[in-house]
Nanobody, 128 residues
Framework: QVQLVESGGGLVQAGGSLRLSCVASARTFSTYSMGWFRQAPGKEREFVAAIRWGGGITYYADYADSVKDRFTVSRDNAENTVYLQMNRLKPDDTAVYYC??????????????????WGQGTQVIVSS
């Protein structure tokens, strides 16, 4: 069983930045693909970003169109941590953000059902 703990959420004005962190309890963290999803009130959970390790210094990342060029996903395998740097935040980014882990470093799906473990979520509120 892998536990994921997110942190870093909060209240920020539009145009501001936040950095979310997710620490995983997995012994072999580098073999997991990691994803970030979000869920706004009354809406379905949606894909935000994902990252997998390709070996050495190679990482592969994927982003939803709505956050591309504003958000950056990264990971530190030595610290069992994945990050989501969020810049130029908009009110539409308001949601609970979830970290997810998939036991497969070869793929980084955009579908929530394909992930094996989930964190409890961290609230992000962007005021206009």
């Amino acid at each position: 069983q892998v536990q994921l703990v997110e942190s870093g959420g909060g209240l920020v004005q539009a145009g501001g930045s936040l950095r979310l962190s997710c620490v995983a309890s997995a012994r072999t963290f580098s073999t997991y693909s990691m994803g970030w999803f979000r869920q706004a009130p009354g809406k379905e959970r949606e894909f935000v970003a994902a990252i997998r390790w390709g070996g050495g210094i190679t990482y592969y990342a994927d982003y939803a169109d709505s956050v591309k060029d504003r958000f950056t996903v990264s990971r530190d395998n030595a610290e069992n941590t994945v990050y989501l740097q969020m810049n130029r935040l908009k009110p539409d980014d308001t949601a609970v953000y979830y970290c997810a882990a998939k036991r497969d470093k070869a793929t980084m799906p955009r579908t929530a059902d394909e992930y094996d473990y989930w964190g409890q979520g961290t609230q992000v509120i962007v005021s206009s």
